[in-house]
C-alpha cells in the first residue's frame, strides 16, 4: 500500500482538499481533509510511514483540519478540528493545528470507539508481551513511552489501551505526544529521534510530537496479548521503587482512568475484571528512565 511519504506535494494537497485522502492507522481508518501549509507539513513528517490511499474509500471518521470563518482569519490566523462537519472544540492558533488534530482524534476514539474498553494508557510491548503503562496526566507516562519505543519496545499508543472483547490490546502507533521538557531530555537521548513542529502556549504548555518508529507502523495491525499492567510515576531525584499492586486496587485504579467503563457497563465489568485477572499490576516510582526501562524489562522477564 502507499505510504505517506512515497506521496508527491502535489497528490497530497489535491487529496486533503478534495476529500480523496484516507489514512490507516491498523484498523481504524481516517478520511482526512485540510488545506492549512503548517499542518499538512507535519502531517507529512509525522505520518510519513503510516499507509493511505488518495482514491476515496470507506472511512470510520471524518475529521478536517481547517481554517474557520472568513470573519476570523482578518483577526488571526486559526484552524479548527472537524468532526462530520462539527466542531467540538475552539479554534486555535494555526501553529496548533497539528497538536489539535491529535487531541481531537484521542477525543473522537474516546468518545465513538466503543467495541473496544478504552483505557487512559500508553501500551507498549516487549518480546512478545504487552505492557499497559496506566497514569494520570503528568506522570510521565508518554515520556516513558517515547523512551522505550526508541529502545527498541513495540509502541501500541502512548495515549489509549483499545481492550478487545478477546482482551487482546489493538495497535493504534501514531505519533508520541511530548511535552515541556520531555521534548528536550528524548532529543538529547535520542538525536536521530523525528520530532515535529512546538506548539508553544497551548493549555498543556509547549507541545510537540515524536514520530513512531516505521516497525510499529507496520506492525498495527497485530494486536498484544497484555501480560503486565504497570502504573509509572516520575518524581524528581526519587530512588527506583518497584511494588507488586493487587488485582482489586488494579481494577480500581483502571476504572478510574477508563473513559467508556459506564457506558460498556457488564461487558466493561468483564473485561476489567478478566485483564486483571490474567495479568500481573505493578508500580513503579522512578526518577532514571535508564532505571525504569532496566526494571520494566526484569518485570516483563520475571513476571510476564
Same mark, same amino acid.
Given at each position: +500500500?502507499?505510504?505517506?511519504?512515497?506521496? %508527491?506535494?502535489? &497528490?497530497?494537497?489535491?487529496?486533503?482538499?478534495?476529500?480523496?485522502?484516507?489514512?490507516?492507522?491498523?484498523?481504524?481508518?481516517?478520511?482526512?481533509?485540510?488545506?492549512?501549509?503548517?499542518?499538512?507539513?507535519?502531517?507529512?513528517?509525522?505520518?510519513?510511514?503510516? *499507509?493511505? %490511499? $488518495?482514491?476515496?474509500?470507506?472511512?470510520?471518521?471524518?475529521?478536517?483540519?481547517?481554517?474557520?470563518?472568513?470573519?476570523?482569519? !482578518?483577526?488571526?490566523?486559526?484552524?479548527?478540528?472537524?468532526?462530520?462537519?462539527?466542531?467540538?472544540?475552539? *479554534? +486555535?492558533?494555526?501553529?496548533?493545528?497539528?497538536?489539535?488534530?491529535?487531541?481531537?482524534?484521542? !477525543?473522537?476514539?474516546?468518545?465513538?470507539?466503543?467495541?473496544?474498553?478504552?483505557?487512559?494508557?500508553?501500551?507498549?510491548?516487549? &518480546?512478545?508481551?504487552?505492557?499497559?503503562?496506566?497514569?494520570?496526566?503528568?506522570?510521565?507516562?508518554?515520556?516513558?513511552?517515547?523512551?522505550?519505543?526508541?529502545?527498541? !519496545?513495540?509502541?501500541?499508543?502512548?495515549?489509549?489501551?483499545?481492550?478487545?472483547?478477546?482482551?487482546?490490546? #489493538?495497535?493504534? @502507533?501514531?505519533?508520541?505526544?511530548?511535552?515541556?521538557?520531555?521534548?528536550?531530555?528524548?532529543?538529547?537521548?535520542?538525536? +536521530?529521534?523525528? #520530532?515535529? *513542529?512546538? @506548539?508553544?502556549?497551548?493549555?498543556?504548555?509547549?507541545?510537540?510530537?515524536?514520530?513512531?518508529?516505521?516497525?510499529?507502523?507496520?506492525?498495527?495491525?497485530?494486536? /498484544?496479548?497484555?501480560?503486565?499492567?504497570?502504573? *509509572?510515576?516520575?518524581?524528581?531525584?526519587?530512588?527506583?521503587?518497584?511494588?507488586?499492586?493487587? /488485582?482489586?486496587?488494579?481494577?480500581?485504579?483502571?476504572?478510574? &482512568?477508563?473513559?467508556?467503563?459506564?457506558?460498556?457497563?457488564?461487558?466493561?465489568?468483564?473485561?476489567?475484571?478478566?485483564?486483571?485477572? %490474567?495479568?500481573?499490576?505493578? &508500580?513503579?516510582?522512578?526518577?532514571?528512565?535508564?532505571?525504569?526501562?532496566?526494571?520494566?524489562? %526484569? $518485570?516483563?522477564?520475571?513476571?510476564?
Amino acid at each position: +500500500m502507499l505510504t505517506l511519504s512515497s506521496c %508527491t506535494s502535489e &497528490q497530497l494537497h489535491r487529496s486533503l482538499r478534495d476529500g480523496s485522502f484516507r489514512l490507516y492507522l491498523g484498523q481504524l481508518a481516517l478520511k482526512v481533509s485540510s488545506d492549512i501549509p503548517e499542518f499538512i507539513a507535519a502531517f507529512r513528517q509525522l505520518y510519513g510511514d503510516h *499507509p493511505v %490511499t $488518495l482514491g476515496g474509500g470507506e472511512y470510520d471518521f471524518d475529521i478536517a483540519i481547517s481554517a474557520p470563518a472568513l470573519w476570523r482569519r !482578518w483577526l488571526r490566523r486559526n484552524a479548527s478540528f472537524e468532526f462530520s462537519g462539527d466542531t467540538p472544540f475552539l *479554534p +486555535m492558533e494555526v501553529g496548533h493545528a497539528h497538536a489539535l488534530f491529535e487531541w481531537g482524534l484521542n !477525543w473522537a476514539i474516546a468518545s465513538f470507539l466503543h467495541h473496544c474498553l478504552i483505557i487512559h494508557s500508553a501500551v507498549v510491548e516487549w &518480546q512478545g508481551k504487552g505492557v499497559l503503562l496506566s497514569a494520570v496526566s503528568g506522570s510521565g507516562k508518554s515520556t516513558l513511552s517515547a523512551e522505550l519505543s526508541e529502545q527498541g !519496545w513495540r509502541l501500541l499508543s502512548d495515549e489509549l489501551a483499545l481492550l478487545d472483547s478477546d482482551l487482546k490490546l #489493538i495497535p493504534l @502507533a501514531r505519533p508520541v505526544s511530548l511535552k515541556n521538557s520531555s521534548i528536550d531530555i528524548i532529543r538529547q537521548r535520542h538525536p +536521530m529521534a523525528v #520530532i515535529g *513542529p512546538l @506548539a508553544r502556549d497551548t493549555h498543556k504548555g509547549t507541545v510537540a510530537h515524536l514520530k513512531v518508529s516505521a516497525d510499529a507502523v507496520g506492525h498495527n495491525l497485530v494486536p /498484544a496479548v497484555p501480560k503486565l499492567i504497570v502504573f *509509572p510515576k516520575w518524581v524528581e531525584n526519587a530512588p527506583l521503587r518497584v511494588e507488586p499492586v493487587g /488485582a482489586g486496587q488494579a481494577a480500581l485504579r483502571l476504572i478510574d &482512568q477508563a473513559f467508556n467503563y459506564s457506558i460498556l457497563g457488564a461487558e466493561g465489568f468483564r473485561r476489567l475484571v478478566a485483564l486483571v485477572r %490474567t495479568t500481573e499490576a505493578w &508500580q513503579i516510582e522512578y526518577s532514571s528512565l535508564d532505571e525504569a526501562r532496566d526494571a520494566l524489562e %526484569t $518485570l516483563v522477564a520475571e513476571h510476564g
